[in-house]
């Protein structure tokens, strides 16, 4: 039995493995698949990988971390689906800005915007009933401000 080194199909140095000596010719040993006879590979540092080119080892360097993909910017209408504000953080907002009486009267004018204004848990900013808040002289900029802001708020 004899130690050799064992390689991958690309010959780098995966360990060591053995090779059983030939009972019908001693001195011959039978080589396991991707095994050869060579010198030990070189000390490695982190991440070095030792290659056997049939000759000689050679030090292959660790392959550089690839760059990040880039996340893209969010859409408008992504950053908006994820604007949602409890009431009280929009009414603290309204008041802050003296806006609450304003929008008190818009949700008053509508009864299905009441009912949401005076019984909703969270407030979306994709609610149509928040978009009809432009026809009421809110520009979409504005009413993102106002929830950017009614998200920061604690209540």
Not at 13 to 21: N, Q, S
Not at 57 to 85: K, N
């Amino acid at each position: 039995m004899k130690t050799v080194i064992q390689l991958d199909d690309k010959g780098f140095f995966t360990g060591f493995t053995t090779a059983d000596e030939s009972p019908l010719e001693p001195g011959v040993y039978h080589m396991p698949g991707g095994a050869v006879d060579a010198p030990n590979p070189p000390e490695l540092s982190q991440g070095e990988q030792a290659k056997w080119d049939g000759k000689a080892w050679a030090v292959v360097p660790p392959e550089p971390e690839p760059e990040p993909e880039p996340v893209p910017e969010p859409t408008i209408a992504e950053r908006r689906e994820a604007m949602v504000a409890s009431p009280a953080q929009i009414r603290v907002t309204l008041w802050q800005l003296g806006l609450i009486k304003t929008v008190q009267a818009i949700a008053d004018a509508d009864p299905k915007a009441a009912i949401v204004w005076e019984y909703a848990t969270e407030i979306r900013r994709t609610n149509a009933l928040i978009d009809a808040l432009g026809s009421d002289g809110f520009t979409p900029e504005q009413i993102d401000d106002i929830f950017v802001y009614a998200m920061q708020v604690s209540v």
